[in-house]
């Protein structure tokens, strides 16, 4: 049933743009913010990267695109996908001093509550990577990617927020619309036209 769904999502003329967020790993699992640390798969998440291969299984893509952070690159090695770019524009946000919290932490510090996607950056000594950097990140992404729509698929592998930032914007909304397209880890959706008009196809699959 997966593989069916997959292949309705891919039809159209021209390509479409597959993104998938890597499997589950300790920090994604509890919740804190996972940017620039460096973490391993869980066996949970070798287990989902791997059932990823069966909706993938068999479907050209002309180019796949992979965070050099681990956790990317073995969730595409374990989904069967033949990497062809490793880019550093698809790493995840860098949120600086907040860098291994929950945002249940963060709220009970500030006294208030607290959103990535509402407060745009890190405060403090430490602030980290705003949400306007993050969607010019991505905008170079998409734009190396629509050069290759003409002759099929591709495949952007990465992580929850940048991937939620990067759908946003090839909808040709502002970054903070990221909020609305939870990305679970080893789910992943596609990016589509429809009459021409970027569109959001397929959201949340596994």
Known sequence: MPLCLFDVAMGGDRGQIVVLRHGQTEWSLSGQHTGV??????????????????????????????????????????????VTATDEDLVELDYGGYEGRTTAEISEELGREWSIWRDGTVPGPT??????????????????????LDDGDVALVAHG???????????????????????????FGVLGHEHGRPVLTRWGLT
């Open 37 to 82: 640390t460096d973490l391993p798969l869980l066996p949970e998440g070798e287990e989902q990267a791997r059932a990823l291969a069966a909706a993938l299984a068999g479907h050209r893509f002309v180019e796949v695109r992979v965070s050099p952070r681990q956790r990317a690159v073995r969730t595409a090695e374990l989904a069967g996908l033949r």
């Open 127 to 148: 602030p980290g990577e705003t949400l306007a950097a993050a969607g010019g990140r991505v905008d170079r992404v998409l734009d190396r990617v629509r050069e290759r």
């Open 161 to 187: 927020h940048v991937l939620r930032v990067l759908t946003a914007r090839w909808l040709g909304l502002e970054p903070e619309a990221g909020r609305l397209f939870a990305l679970p880890a080893g789910s």
